[in-house]
């Protein structure tokens, strides 16, 4: 039985190796595709004037990549973040995706997460892109709101 547990494991690490080694140039392919998409996004939402860490950052790694955008109104920043890492899979690599955004109404941080199973396509993307720039204009509505608010006085 021991032997049989042995070659069992010998036989999936094999297998596990076969299949990176099949889809090897594939994670590099999936990073750009994701990286050139989120440059002119980064590039939209630079503002002169503002220091490093209230600039958008792109940060690229062999299997994952992080862009990380600073929502400003008045005297506030908040950050909202999209972080994509990649897993293999038997047809190619996925993505996970984990947004992170900030709750100004209730200052605490939410967090999604879904995968997007291969073929890795730039639509899928560019919706999630869309939603984190969404996510951003809320964020500023919101915000707005509260200082026409703390402007008024609350009744409460």
């Known amino acids: 039985m021991k032997k049989r547990t042995r070659d069992k494991i010998a036989k999936d690490r ?16 999936v990073i750009q595709m994701i990286y050139s998409l989120l440059v002119p ?4 939402y630079k503002e002169e004037g ?8 792109i940060d690229k790694r062999p299997d994952a990549i992080l862009f990380r955008l600073p929502v400003r ?8 973040e999209l972080d994509y890492t990649l897993f293999l899979t038997d047809e190619g690599y996925g993505v ?19 995968s997007l199973f291969p073929p890795i396509e730039a639509n899928s993307i560019k919706k999630d892109i869309r939603e984190l720039l969404q996510e951003a204009k809320e964020t500023i509505e919101k915000l707005e709101e509260e200082r026409r608010k703390s402007l008024r006085g609350s009744p409460y």
């Open 73 to 80: 109104h008045e005297n506030t920043t908040l950050y909202l």
């Open 96 to 114: 996970k995706v984990t947004r992170e955004f900030s709750d100004s109404t209730e200052g605490r941080r939410g967090k999604s997460i879904h």
């Open 14 to 29: 094999e297998d596990e190796a076969e299949l990176r080694e099949k889809y090897a140039k594939e994670p590099e392919k």
């Open 41 to 44: 996004v980064a590039e939209t």
């Open 50 to 57: 503002q220091s490093v860490t209230d600039q958008p950052k």
